[in-house]
């Protein structure tokens, strides 16, 4: 069976919030294969978007489409501070009726972490939990990876090898999202978008387009 033409597809999405039109026709394609980018100002919509593209959140008219499994990383963990890392990995393992940590384990040694595998969460620096709400993110392998500011609190290694694994992901044909205020590493990406004005709009990765300041996407 031929693979299916994009992996995401945002048509015509609308948002508001009572009289406030957050999102006012947002229109989005992306190829299985590809590492995208979606910038923004703080306050130019893309928690909204993200929400919508998640499905947590409905949106006011227009369609979200996306094609094989999804995995979303928010910018805010949602972690129990009681658990360790180990047992979240053995509960998301049973929700996602996996056969094995087979992926966590590959994770946990890429980004550096097995060390605090039986440590509980809140004991764990901000960096550490962001580490494992990627991982959470990426355990059952999803084909459309949604990133809300993915890489903070991350040293400057594990930024290295955020990409590293990004990068991975895109030549394993998955289609990978990144969301952030910042475009500094816009090269890094074969697509980038920018949210303003309630609407997203393509620009070139060799020039930083108005209004979106920064240091790194």
Do not use: I
Not at 6 to 35: D, I, M, Q, W
Request: glycine share 8%.
């Amino acid at each position: 069976m031929p693979a299916h033409p994009y992996a995401l597809r945002v048509h015509n999405v609308h948002k508001a919030y009572r009289s406030r039109r957050v999102l006012k026709g947002v229109f989005l394609t992306l190829e299985p294969g590809t590492l995208a980018g979606v910038v923004g100002e703080n306050g130019s919509g893309k928690s909204t978007l993200l929400r919508v593209l998640s499905g947590q959140t409905a949106a006011d008219a227009g369609e979200v489409e996306h094609h094989g499994s999804l995995g979303y990383c928010p910018q805010e963990a949602v972690l129990n501070d009681a658990l360790t890392v180990d047992q979240h990995l053995r509960w998301f393992r049973t929700a996602y009726r996996l056969d094995g940590t087979g992926r966590a384990e590959e994770l946990l040694e890429e980004l550096h972490f097995a060390e605090y595998r039986h440590t509980r969460v809140e004991q764990l620096s901000g960096g550490t939990r962001q580490k494992l709400n990627l991982t959470l993110a990426l355990l059952h392998d999803p084909h459309v990876l949604l990133l809300d500011e993915p890489y903070q609190g991350f040293d400057w290694e594990t930024y290295l090898r955020f990409w590293d694994v990004a990068t991975r992901l895109r030549d394993r044909g998955r289609c990978v999202l990144v969301v952030s205020h910042l475009a500094w590493d816009a090269e890094r990406l074969d697509v980038v978008h920018q949210l303003r004005d309630g609407v997203a709009t393509p620009y070139s990765t060799d020039r930083q387009p108005a209004g979106v300041q920064g240091a790194a996407l």
